[in-house]
């Protein structure tokens, strides 16, 4: 996909005054500014400007197959954590304080395996709409490394599954493997591949495939603060163009009936709706679905933005924005590839 051609049909074209003052008190790229105004209007875009100035508190999500769930929260809050159950998550908890030491990545219970930290809890939603506790499925993660859904898949699956996790990235695929070696999954094959390449070079197909993409991480603003102006508008279009090239793939890999679940942790609609319109019109018997629960009151995908009309079916998608739900922002499609 040529990114001057996303180029042309994303960019945002004028900035109001309103966006560059606010770009400016906010220290942002104006274009981001002006989008969230077009998006959301005024009031809704300062909260959104302020919700991004927050820390967010870190996840962990606790290994049931290696530690009873309860006894892991009064060794850590012997240890000075206080965690809180995250109620839509079966294994998951919020770290709403934290020891001057040790940090809740170096403890003895973490080197055990006996968990695995986030640094926000928005990553335990999209394996939760993949398998319900106890199936036992064949789960391709296209883009798995460093691994958080690919050993929550497999926890999910009480590592009696299969969860295949590719990753482009050799050094990324080491610090995979060795968390799948610390919380001790034997149900985790790992793979080196780039995912663009793998529909014409295997003939097998998979019924449930993850994209989680590489994207601006738009939504982490909160934990990367450079990220407010790291992406310039010819640098959101190669990563739409790569997006695109991605998901496509994972389309191509998916048998008749099977899901993709495409995910970013961006609140862009170049890179969420856009990408997922742009892929739908590429393959033919192809459609957001949704997801098959509704863990809690998140948005819906947009229909339209900046001139273009979407897929009428993205409005399926799962929009979790930080001033509404407390979390970094992130996109969800659960795509099909419905039986001709
Ligand atoms: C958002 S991260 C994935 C995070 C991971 N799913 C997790 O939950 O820990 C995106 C990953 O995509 C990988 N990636 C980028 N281009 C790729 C490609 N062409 N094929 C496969 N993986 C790719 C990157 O190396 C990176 O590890």
């Known amino acids: 996909m040529d990114w001057r051609r996303v180029l042309e049909e994303i960019r945002v074209g004028r900035v109001g005054v309103e966006a560059s003052m606010l770009a400016s008190r906010y220290g942002y790229r104006s274009y981001m500014v002006e989008r969230y105004l077009r998006i959301l209007g005024y ?3 300062i909260k959104l400007l302020e919700s991004f100035e927050k820390p967010v508190k870190p996840a962990i999500r606790c290994n049931h197959l290696r530690i009873d769930c309860e006894k892991l929260v009064d060794r850590l809050e012997n240890l000075g954590f206080k965690l809180e159950r995250i109620s839509w998550s079966i294994h998951g908890y919020r770290v709403v304080e934290e020891p001057p030491s040790p940090t809740i990545g170096s403890t003895h219970e973490y080197l055990k395996g006996y968990y695995y930290v986030y640094r926000d809890a928005a990553p335990l939603i999209p394996p939760l709409l993949m398998v319900e506790p106890g199936e036992h499925e064949e789960i391709f993660d296209a883009c798995a ?9 497999a926890q999910l ?22 968390h799948v070696v610390r919380m001790g999954f034997r149900s985790i094959v790992v793979t080196w591949n780039d995912l663009r390449l793998l529909p014409n070079r295997v003939k097998k197909r998979f019924t449930k495939i993850l994209v989680d993409a590489p994207c601006s991480a738009e939504g982490t603003i909160m934990i990367d603060k450079s990220r407010k102006t790291k992406t310039t508008q010819e640098d959101l279009a190669r990563i739409v163009a790569r997006e695109i090239e991605l998901l496509d793939a994972g389309i191509k890999l998916l048998d008749e009936g099977g899901i993709v679940v495409y995910v970013t942790c961006s609140i862009a609609p170049e890179e969420n709706e856009y990408v997922v319109s742009k892929v739908i019109e590429m393959n033919d018997n192809v459609v957001v679905i949704k997801p098959r629960k509704r863990l809690f009151d998140w948005d819906h995908g947009l229909d339209a933005y900046n001139g273009m009309e979407f897929h009428w079916s993205v409005r399926n998608c799962i929009r979790i924005w930080p001033h509404k739900h407390g979390m970094i922002g992130m996109t969800i499609c659960v795509i099909e590839k419905t039986k001709k």
Do not use: C
């Open 157 to 178: 699956m009480d590592d009696q599954g299969l969860v295949i996790a590719n990753d482009i990235a050799l050094y990324r695929l080491a610090a995979l493997i060795s």
């Open 43 to 45: 009031n809704e875009t």
């Open 145 to 153: 490394a460093p691994g958080g859904k690919a050993t929550h898949l």
